[in-house]
């Protein structure tokens, strides 16, 4: 696994909260410098300043779900993305709102500034890589551990550093928490590895390789076993 990585020190957390996918993510460098990777840890303070302002979703949505409508045919039994919302059958009611509230999204100056803050973010990253001399960029997918399915929200996520910046990321396993009563093997934690541009066959090679080396993947409790199988 010959690849220069190196750690966004500033997209993890530094609280108690934090700590179990801290551990998680320690393990998983480990695992990557035992075979062969050079671990670089810098910060990407660009992160931090732009990362809050380059969500474009509420400003495209509402062009883009009424130029799918008009696509559909006329048999469609939603016709329009203002019956859709006027429907109230969403699990996603408030954000659907939003979105058809906001007309003419893409022409705000808003709109403008989230775009210019993703182009200055992508140079960011691009420039770090190219000063380091890096093949990948490695952190946590999320800083502390998933919320319950039922949480409005899962927080402190770090997909917006791929989704921002258009530039190739996978995701893998990084290990478990401590199990407790409600996660009895402990909840998964995702790493996320992020490239250059048209680097995704060199992403998936090198997490193959981890995962062939150093398998952390577990069954759920209620897989079922395979036919034949006591």
């Known amino acids: 696994m010959a690849v220069r990585d190196s750690l966004a020190y500033n997209l993890f957390g530094t609280a108690e909260r ?7 993510m320690e393990a998983t460098i480990k695992k990557m410098a035992s075979l062969g990777a050079t671990i670089i840890r810098f910060d990407l303070p660009q992160y931090d300043a732009l990362s809050p302002k380059i969500d474009v979703q509420l400003y495209e949505s509402r062009t883009a779900m009424e130029r799918y409508f008009t696509s559909l045919p006329p048999t469609a039994p939603v016709k329009s993305f203002g019956q ?10 408030k954000t659907l709102e939003a979105e058809y509230a906001m007309a003419d999204g893409m022409n705000k100056p ?14 960011a990253v691009v420039k770090a890589m190219a000063d380091f001399e890096l093949d990948a960029i490695l952190y946590p997918l999320q800083k502390v551990l ?11 996520r770090n997909g917006a550093l791929s989704n921002g910046t258009g530039l190739p990321a996978v995701t893998f396993p990084a290990g478990f928490s401590k199990p407790n009563a409600s996660a009895p093997l402990g909840v998964p934690i995702g790493a996320e590895l992020l ?8 992403l998936l ?3 193959y390789a981890l ?20």
């Open 18 to 24: 934090h700590r179990e996918v801290n551990e998680a």
């Open 84 to 93: 859709l919302v006027a429907a109230k059958t969403s699990a996603v009611q």
């Open 110 to 123: 808003e709109y403008k500034e989230h775009m210019l803050n993703r182009d200055r973010l992508r140079l």
């Open 146 to 156: 998933v919320a319950p399915t039922s949480a409005p929200d899962q927080p402190e």
């Open 195 to 202: 490239g250059r541009d048209f680097s995704e066959d060199k």
């Open 205 to 207: 090679a090198y997490v």
């Open 211 to 230: 995962e062939q080396a150093a398998p952390s993947r577990k069954l759920p409790k209620s897989t079922p076993g395979l036919p034949g199988e006591p």
